[in-house]
């Protein structure tokens, strides 16, 4: 069972020109989308959407806004939006949730490899039969990737940082507040 779990937890870490485009007004919540680079390595990355949401303070007192960094590695930000529209947190500070590359809105892959790796954590299995259904999934996920043609390089928390970068400065935020839980706090330590 140690086994899928290492392997859940690695598997969910591969699921990290500048322009924000079709914000969406709704109430006090603002949501866009940031255009990056792929892979910002490779001269000829494509492009991939983060997508974010911001939600007002409702006191505009000019304080810092508050940048939330999800954990997992793999969780959305964006499912947070309800708790965080409702928490004492946005009474003076704008919050700002993004999901990280290749997860959540910001186009998520293999997202149905967690439930499964749920369900084989659930069965009654050997050793060498965990290990083969944990390889089956991660086979089928690899076919996923290949399909999609992803550049798994750009997929780590060197280019999370350095998305997380290019919104602060396509907001024109000077400065902000990181607050982040597991993998979260390790990309803010790397940002």
């Known amino acids: 069972m140690r086994f899928v779990f290492s ?9 990290g020109c500048n322009a924000i485009t079709n914000e969406q007004q709704g109430g006090d919540i603002r949501y866009g989308k940031l255009t990056v680079p792929e892979n910002r390595s490779n001269p000829d990355s494509r492009e991939i ?3 974010y949401a911001v939600i007002k303070a409702n006191k505009n007192l000019n304080r810092p ?3 939330f960094i999800q954990g997992g590695p793999g969780g959305s930000s964006l499912s947070t939006v309800p708790f965080f529209a409702n928490s004492p947190l946005h009474e003076k500070h704008d919050i700002i949730l993004f999901d990280a590359r290749g997860t959540g809105k910001s186009r998520a892959y293999c997202s149905d490899a967690g439930p499964k790796f749920l369900d084989v ?6 050793v060498e039969e965990e290990y083969q259904a944990v390889l089956d999934i991660c086979e089928a996920c690899k076919e996923e990737l290949k399909e999609n043609q992803v550049d798994l390089a750009g997929y780590n928390s060197k ?18 507040i990181l607050f ?8 803010g330590l790397t940002y």
């Open 65 to 67: 806004p508050i940048v």
């Open 159 to 176: 280019e999370n940082a350095a998305d997380l970068e290019a919104l602060r400065i396509a907001l024109g935020i000077d400065k902000w």
């Open 49 to 51: 959407k983060i997508h």
């Open 7 to 15: 392997i859940a937890i690695v598997f969910a870490s591969l699921i």
């Open 180 to 187: 982040g839980g597991s993998y979260g706090t390790r990309l």
């Open 121 to 126: 954590m659930a069965e009654d299995l050997s």
